[in-house]
């Protein structure tokens, strides 16, 4: 089965909330995630990444939540936006090679 | 600097044809990986190509599908005798050294078999 993997295949938000999408992972070996944005028809826009020594991670308007001992990782995005509307999948280091193993993505709405 | 450049955008082929996927990376960047994308799902890790090298290809089918990436010009992800399951859009990205995972990706080419 895949490695990666979400709760909530969408979420609708109103815009000026905060968002929190989230991940699960089942690979515990796995020491490096990505959060990607993916807006309708184009390619994934990296976010924010965390290796796994490090619990949180912020950027702007964006922070990656690490738990390891529960293999889950979340991305909270602060007073979302309308352009903030895509799909956010979740993404771990498959191996030493570079390539990735995505989740099925959560579908971020805001609604003005 | 140009990002990683995918062509054509929007393909559309006939069961049974042959596809051809060119994906420029960005300048610099000697190291290559396709994805693909079923509608509503995550990408799928298909093979990554260093110049003229094949490096991982654990993630493509073993019939129909071949890759590569000359000395010279993109990388071509190769798809013979499409079926309607080919249908997707596939995603290059490249990367300047092995292993960095944040790779940069392109807009995809979306393929159609009918």
């Known amino acids: 089965g895949e490695s990666v993997g979400l709760h909530l295949p969408t979420l609708s938000v109103q815009e000026g909330d905060n968002s929190i999408i989230n991940c699960a992972y089942s690979?515990?070996?796995?020491?490096?995630f990505i959060w990607y944005k993916q807006e309708s028809g184009k390619g994934p826009q990296f976010i924010i990444d965390?290796?796994?020594?490090?619990d949180k991670r912020q950027g702007q308007r964006v922070t990656v939540l690490l738990n390891k001992t529960v293999k889950h990782l979340s991305l909270q995005i602060a007073a979302t936006q309308p352009g903030d509307s895509a799909v956010y999948f979740c993404?771990?280091?498959?191996?030493?090679?570079?390539?990735?193993?995505f989740g099925k993505g959560t579908k971020l709405s805001v609604k003005p | 600097n140009a990002g990683v450049m995918q062509n054509p955008r929007h393909l559309v082929r006939r069961r049974g044809q042959e596809a051809r996927l060119r994906c420029s990376p960005m300048?610099?960047?000697?190291?290559v990986y396709w994805y693909r994308q079923l509608p509503e799902e995550g990408l799928k890790f298909m093979v990554y190509?260093?110049?003229?090298?094949?490096?991982?290809e654990s993630g493509m089918p073993k019939e129909r599908f071949s890759a590569e990436f000359p000395k010279e010009g993109p990388s071509i992800l190769r798809i013979q005798q499409v079926v309607r399951g080919d249908s997707a859009a596939y995603f290059c990205?490249?990367?300047?050294?092995?292993?960095?995972?944040?790779?940069?990706f392109g807009q995809g080419t979306r393929l159609t078999v009918v």
């Open positions: 965390i290796r796994s020594n490090m």
């Open positions: 300048k610099g960047h000697s190291h």
């Open positions: 190509l260093q110049k003229e090298n094949i490096i991982d």
């Open positions: 690979n515990s070996a796995s020491d490096y």
């Open positions: 990205a490249s990367s300047p050294t092995p292993g960095r995972a944040e790779a940069f």
């Open positions: 993404a771990e280091n498959g191996g030493s090679q570079g390539n990735l193993i």
